[in-house]
Nanobody
């Protein structure tokens, strides 16, 4: 079992920055993809960025150039640096882990979410 705990959300003015952190506990195995999603009321959860244990990173067009995902494998941490924030970035942000065990089963875990509010 893996637990994910996000932190770093809050209220920021447009143009400002925030850094979200996600602490993972439990057996992450060596084959995993960590990602950040966000969700606003009435909308589907949106993938913003993810990073694999092999070093690949991908970004949604909506955040490319403004957000940066990074990970510290030794600490089982993943971060999302968010710059040039806009009011439309206001959402609940979720950390996600997709873990492939050595026997081939894939497990999907979510954090509880952290609120980010960007004021205009």
């Amino acid at each position: 079992q893996v637990q994910l705990v996000e932190s770093g959300g809050g209220l920021v003015q447009a143009g400002g920055s925030l850094r979200l952190s996600c602490a993972a506990s439990g057996n992450m195995f060596s084959n995993n993809v960590m990602g950040w999603y966000r969700q606003t009321p009435g909308k589907q959860r949106e993938l913003l960025a993810d990073t694999s244990s092999g070093g690949r990173t991908d970004y949604a067009d909506s955040v490319k150039g403004r957000f940066t995902i990074s990970r510290d494998n030794a600490k089982n941490m993943v971060y999302l640096q968010m710059n040039s924030l806009k009011p439309e970035d206001t959402a609940v942000y979720y950390c996600n882990a997709v873990i492939t065990a050595p026997w081939g089963t894939t497990y999907n875990y979510w954090g509880q979410g952290t609120q980010v509010t960007v004021s205009s």
